[in-house]
């Protein structure tokens, strides 16, 4: 089998401050030009979510109302929702909003991050996260709010991150992570990059781009001794949920500490 080229680290997005941890929305401005994410990967990545789509259609295609689709068909420069998104490295959530809320009605979720896609669609934004410690009581009504003062064709984007065994970019919901003995090299940084592009007044497309490095080679020291603090001030709930900060956590803090010293 192929294996994923490494791309160049990309310092915007595995930086780590030395603030405790706790859930932000950390949005920024995009500019449309560069609202989609390619890289040496693409290649990679777009076999990979045409193998998924023929072998598991079921768990990574969602339809959806035609004139929500063919919104955001002509906003990926395509006829058909399922080709544009067959196109980016990108996976394409349609969040389309109704009485109840932004639910998530459509896309092509191939790469998600230990959560069943289908489980998902038709729920709305905070019933999606419900999973997440901390994320109703912190940001829940914060990312409601953004999603409904978002202007048309205002793009953002924000960063989600996990640390895991796999280099993978399917993660299965509940997948044991592997024993380590090298924590630079067999712990991978997996980071989300999140956008989010308002289309029409009641349709949003949420984009999910997954950046994986081996820490080892994502980390300065810098960004080694925030990350130990986030782990440190991270509530026994979310280390639980986070399956790598359950399992490894005494390693890891003892390779960042370390990584951290060099500085």
Known sequence: MTTRPLVPVRPE??????????????????PMAEWLDRDEAAAFDLAEKRRRLATEPERVHFRGPDEVEGLVATALGTDDLLAGALSVQEDVVVLHRTRTGWLFVAGLVCFPSSWEPREKVGLPVLAIHDPVPGYAEEIGVAVDRFL??????????????SLTTSPDLWLEPGRPEAPVSDVGRDVWLRIERQTFRRVAPDVIVFGIRIHLWPLGAALDARS????ARKIRTASPAFRAYKE??????????????????DA
């Open 224 to 227: 080694a001794g925030g990350l």
């Open 244 to 261: 790598m900060l359950a399992t490894h956590t005494d390693q890891l803090l003892a390779w960042l500490d370390d990584r951290a010293g």
């Open 148 to 161: 409904d003062r978002l202007d048309i064709d205002d793009v953002r984007w924000r960063r989600n991150w």
């Open 13 to 30: 997005l595995v930086g780590f401050d030395a603030k405790p941890y706790r859930h932000r929305l950390g949005l920024r401005s995009v």
